[in-house]
């Protein structure tokens, strides 16, 4: 049985489980599960596909160009974490890596990761990610520290140039440069390695959070258990990065801050969530005021930009949801 014969017929337990949530990626995710195809060599796995009922008739493309694939085709639109523990409950794998669609695997990635794993097998580490590359080759950060009220205050866009400028390294891990391998709190969740072990122990990806912190909330259950998290820094994967949410930003901006309330309430104080939304209502009126500025601006110097409006409009339009009653969302 070589790497190819992805059925796992007998029920063989493989090395890693590759489970790919998809929506309306048909090009992205045949190149993805293309890339690991060729670049995964060392380990056996197997590739499961949860397709969420993509118009773009991606599941179709898979029983017909990879029909060794599992695929779970849904009829409705499950979710980012619900259709991962889809994918999860049917793997055999020893260890299980949630890959997004939208990625290129090169220079043997995942081997690399399962190799570090393996060496490493002694020290307690559960998850494994590594760095993710823009399609230009450039760095797409990705690292972050566990939430802290106060240091939310900066770590945003409002003070990325000015912060990105200084020597954050210990005290701003969103503006770490990424340049070495070491324990870190929590990661973007387009590639999330981890051990069947972990998955035992922690259990699922939260079904609550429908997109976005899923990871967030993965990653501190899985520190709280016990285990490290470890990001490789010479280790790469190409990441083209939200191709699916933007194709509804406005609602996916949206679903972001509401998943992103559920998980301050599900780890932190009721104060740190009040906080935290209050500091939310100052920011979003300055974003639309820098928005409105710069529209005036470029219509002023006769260089209009579709950008700024579209930008006043998504933030306008969340900051009118978080005054509607399903914006307090509940454990």
């Not at 992805?6 to 029920?11: A, G, R, T, V």
């Not at 259950?221 to 699916?244: C, T």
Request: hydrophobic share 40%; proline share 2%; aromatic share 14%.
């Amino acid at each position: 049985m070589n790497n190819t014969d992805l059925n796992n017929e007998n029920n063989m337990t493989v090395d890693l489980s590759i489970v790919i949530v998809s929506w309306n990626t048909k090009e992205l995710l045949k190149n993805c599960i293309q890339s690991v195809i060729n670049e995964t060599v060392k380990y056996s796995y197997e590739i499961i596909v949860v397709d969420n009922n993509s118009p773009d008739k991606s599941a179709d493309m898979v029983k017909e160009l990879f029909p060794n694939v599992k695929l779970i085709a849904n009829n409705i639109n499950n979710g980012f974490a619900p259709a991962n523990n889809q994918g999860i409950k049917i793997s055999v794998g020893k260890n299980i890596l949630l890959l997004n669609p939208d990625t290129i695997i090169i220079n043997n990635a995942i081997d690399k990761m399962i190799d570090y794993l393996y060496l490493h097998k002694n020290e307690k580490i559960g998850i494994i990610t590594c760095k993710l590359l823009n399609d230009d080759m450039t760095l797409q950060k990705s690292v972050n520290d566990f939430f802290n009220i106060w240091r939310s205050f900066f770590e945003n866009r409002l003070f990325a140039d000015l912060f990105s400028k200084l020597n954050t390294k210990k005290s701003f891990m969103t503006f770490w440069d990424h340049s070495e391998t070491r324990e870190i709190d929590w990661a973007y969740g387009a590639v999330l390695l981890y051990t069947r072990e972990v998955a035992d122990k922690v259990g699922m990806l939260d079904d609550r959070f429908w997109i976005y912190a899923e990871e967030m909330d993965f990653y501190i259950r899985v520190k709280r258990a016990g285990y490290k998290a470890i990001f490789l820094h010479d280790v790469e994967i190409i990441h083209y990065g939200k191709s699916s949410s933007r194709q509804r930003r406005a609602e996916m901006f949206i679903q972001n801050y509401k998943s992103f309330y559920l998980f301050l309430k599900k780890h932190y104080s009721y104060s740190v969530y009040l906080t935290y939304r209050i500091r939310t209502y100052i920011y979003m009126i300055l974003w639309i005021l820098k928005f409105s500025l710069s529209f005036v601006f470029h219509k002023l110097t006769g260089k209009p930009t579709d950008e700024d409006s579209n930008q006043i409009g998504i933030y306008f339009k969340t900051f009118l949801w978080h005054f509607k009653r399903d914006s307090f969302v509940k454990l």
